[in-house]
Structure formats: structure tokens, C-alpha cells
T-cell receptor, first 112, second 113 residues
Framework: NAGVTQTPKFQVLKTGQSMTLQCAQD?????MSWYRQDPGMGLRLIHY???????DQGEVPNGYNVSRSTTEDFPLRLLSAAPSQTSVYFC???????????FGPGTRLTVT | GDSVTQMEGPVTLSEEACLTI???????????LFWYVQYPGEGLQLLLK?????DKGSNKGFEATYRKETTSFHLEKGSVQVSDSAVYFC????????????FGKGTLLTVNP
């Protein structure tokens, strides 16, 4: 039982490049979320999903796309990276009646 | 909208000192309240939670009580250890949705031997 996994751990992009941050969970959780963590800002919700095929925007969705084709996977896409997207990104999941969110180890992204 | 305000720190204590990290919130409805901890280089882990007024969450010697009248959820520990050094986040589930957390800005705690 790996819990929530994220790849890559680190990534450096140039402005304008695109990439996908991967997130997978093996707990059969219906709910998955993406957060970004910035110094002095805490964590802020980017997008979330309440089940396969259903996604919605959080507090800071601009510049990011998501999709949820399976229960296990919830990738986050940056279509045209900007320096303002330099951050640490965390994926989380919950379900089965639990109120606890389980977090992945994070992806540290730098956009130059 | 919902918001969480917590003591920003950083907080530096000696081993065996008492810890209090203040947290207050603004929310519609009746949210559940959480403290998450982030050890260096890791993701967040749930430390403790409370789901209704006057509930006390506790874990690893840490405690916090859900105070509806003061809209607070202060984190306390009577005797901290070096291994407690981490960033602590207060959070609530926005709109009662367990998949949408609103976080405070985090408090860095450093405990010296």
C-alpha cells in the first residue's frame, strides 16, 4: 500500500514550457485534490475531483488543467509555465467516509 | 469565504518547554478543524482533528480543543522534543467538504536540545 505517490520529485522548466505532474493513489479514494505551497502562504487549493470524470476549480486554478479518467490517477497539467508557478505542489486524497486527507510527498517545481 | 489565521512564528523553544500555537478561523456552517504537521522534506500528515464544538483532538502529546464561542483551535503541548521540529498548519474543511481544506500560513517550530 503506497498511499499517495507523486512524480517527479523535482522539476525545472523554462517559461512557456508545458508539463504534467503525476499523482496516483492506491486507497480507492473517490476524492482527490491538488494544492500549491508557497512561503508565507500556506497551502492553497488548485483543483479537486469528487470522482472519475468530475473535476472542479479551487482557489487558484488559473494556468492549470486537470482530468480524472480513473479513480487512481489525477494529473495536473501546466500548459505554459510561468515564473509565478514556481512552488511546491501536493496531491491529496480522501474517501471511504474519512475526513482525513492523505498527502503525497510533493513536487518542487522551478520555472525560470 | 472561509479563512484560518494562525501564529506565524518562527517559534524557537528549548527541549521540555511548553508550546502553544494560536489558531482562529472564520467559516460558514460547522467545519471540522485540523492540525497538520510537515517534517522537513516531507508531505503533510494529520496530527489531530476535531469535528464539533468542545471536541478535543489529541495525538503524540499534542492537544487542541474546538472552541466555537471564540472560533479557535489552539495547539498545545506540555513538553516539546527536538523531534517535534516541523511546520504546523491549522486547517478547516471548507463548506464541510472533506476534499477542500483551507489552511493557515503555517508555523515553523524549532526545538533546541
Amino acid at each position: 500500500n503506497a498511499g499517495v505517490t507523486q512524480t517527479p520529485k523535482f522539476q525545472v522548466l523554462k517559461t512557456g514550457q508545458s508539463m504534467t505532474l503525476q499523482c496516483a493513489q492506491d486507497m480507492n479514494h473517490e476524492y482527490m485534490s491538488w494544492y500549491r505551497q508557497d512561503p508565507g502562504m500556506g497551502l492553497r487549493l488548485i483543483h479537486y475531483s469528487v470522482g472519475a470524470g468530475i473535476t472542479d476549480q479551487g482557489e487558484v486554478p488559473n494556468g492549470y488543467n486537470v482530468s480524472r479518467s480513473t479513480t487512481e490517477d489525477f494529473p495536473l497539467r501546466l500548459l505554459s509555465a510561468a515564473p509565478s508557478q514556481t512552488s511546491v505542489y501536493f496531491c491529496a486524497s480522501t474517501g471511504g467516509g474519512s475526513i482525513e486527507q492523505y498527502f503525497g510527498p510533493g513536487t518542487r517545481l522551478t520555472v525560470t | 469565504g472561509d479563512s484560518v489565521t494562525q501564529m506565524e512564528g518562527p517559534v524557537t523553544l528549548s527541549e521540555e518547554a511548553c508550546l502553544t500555537i494560536n489558531c482562529t478561523y472564520t467559516a460558514t456552517g460547522y467545519p471540522s478543524l485540523f492540525w497538520y504537521v510537515q517534517y522537513p522534506g516531507e508531505g503533510l500528515q494529520l496530527l489531530l482533528k476535531a469535528t464539533k464544538a468542545d471536541d478535543k483532538g489529541s495525538n503524540k502529546g499534542f492537544e487542541a480543543t474546538y472552541r466555537k464561542e471564540t472560533t479557535s483551535f489552539h495547539l498545545e503541548k506540555g513538553s516539546v522534543q527536538v523531534s517535534d521540529s516541523a511546520v504546523y498548519f491549522c486547517a478547516l474543511n471548507s463548506g464541510g467538504s472533506n476534499y477542500k481544506l483551507t489552511f493557515g500560513k503555517g508555523t515553523l517550530l524549532t526545538v533546541n536540545p
